[in-house]
C-alpha cells in the first residue's frame, strides 16, 4: 500500500470516529452509595422545570415520562401520583452549537528520484488542500434528580448529553433508547 492511500484511509478513519463520538449520548451518574436501593417500591414524578415549554413540547414530555415509566416499572417500581418511595424531577436545558471538520487532500506525495546534492534519491514533490466545514446542532442536555421520598435527600443523578435530533418521528424513537442508556446506569437492575 502506498503512503498517500495510507494517509487517506487513516483520514476518513479518524473523520468517521470524530463524527460517531461527537454525536453519540454521554452519561454520567453519580449516587449516595450507603442507599439500599432494594427497599424502593414506587416513585412519584416531581414535574419538570419552570421554563421547560421553550425547551421541548407537549410531545416529547410525554415521550420521556412514558419512557421513564417504562423503564421503573422493569425494575418493578410503581410510577405513583405523589408520595412515592423515590421521587424524581427531571431539567432538560437545549444549546445551540457548531461543530468544525477538516478535511486534507495529500497529492503527489511518494518516493522518487527527487534532486539532491550527490545525486541520491529524495522524496517527491507533493502539494495538499485542506478543506473545512462547520455544522449546526442542538445539544440536549437532561439532568434527572432523584430523591428518597421520606428524607427528601437526592440518591441518585444522571446527567445525559446528546445531539437533539429535529424530526418528531426521530424523536420517537431516539428518546426511550436515551431513557433507556440513562437507566441502564440505575442502581436497581431490571428483572428479568
Known sequence: MNFSKLIKMSMVGGLILFSTTLFAQKVNTDYDKSVDFSKYTSVSFLGWQDDIGQVIGDFDKKRFTDAFKEEFEKRN???????????????????????????????????????????????GGGHSTTSYSESDYVEGTLVMDVFDGASKEQVWQAVATKTVNEKPEKREKSIPKGVKKVMKKFPIEPVK
Open 77 to 123: 417500581l410503581t410510577l405513583v401520583e405523589s408520595g412515592g418511595d423515590m421521587a424524581i424531577a427531571l431539567y432538560v436545558v437545549a444549546e445551540q452549537k457548531t461543530s468544525t471538520t477538516a478535511y486534507t487532500n495529500y497529492y503527489g506525495m511518494g518516493a522518487g528520484r527527487g534532486y539532491r546534492r550527490g545525486g541520491r534519491g529524495g522524496w
